[in-house]
Nanobody
Framework: QVQLVESGGGLVQAGDSLRLSCAAS????????MGWFRQAPGKEREFVAA????????NYADSVKGRFTISRDNAKNTVYLQMNSLKLEDTARYYC???????????????WGQGTQVTVSS
């Protein structure tokens, strides 16, 4: 099994950028498709971005397309989420997760991190 730990969140102003990191322990990281999800108080968990095992394919929610970029470095057992042009509606706790394939469905993910908070002010 793999364990995931997110980092890089914080308090920023609208228009700013943040880079989230997700560090994985274990020897099977490259066997997982990876995704980022977010959840704000009172709302359901929402898909943000996903990346295939080798990093060759990606998928984004319409709300972040063109602003966020997901990437991975399998040699470092790390997946990233670069967030640019942040908006108030991006405020949420962001979670890294692993699945057996590239998928947008939260229920398909079997391993989750503890999350990192992103708060955007204006």
């Amino acid at each position: 099994q793999v364990q995931l730990v997110e980092s890089g969140g914080g308090l920023v102003q609208a228009g700013d950028s943040l880079r989230l990191s997700c560090a994985a322990s274990g020897r099977t990281f490259s066997s997982f498709g990876m995704g980022w999800f977010r959840q704000a108080p009172g709302k359901e968990r929402e898909f943000v971005a996903a990346i295939s095992r080798g990093g060759g394919s990606t998928n984004y929610a319409d709300s972040v397309k063109g602003r966020f970029t997901i990437s991975r470095d399998n040699a470092k057992n790390t997946v990233y989420l670069q967030m640019n042009s942040l908006k108030l509606e991006d405020t949420a706790r962001y979670y890294c997760a692993g699945a057996g394939w590239l998928t947008k469905n939260a229920k398909d993910y079997t391993t989750w991190g503890q999350g990192t908070q992103v708060t955007v002010s204006s």
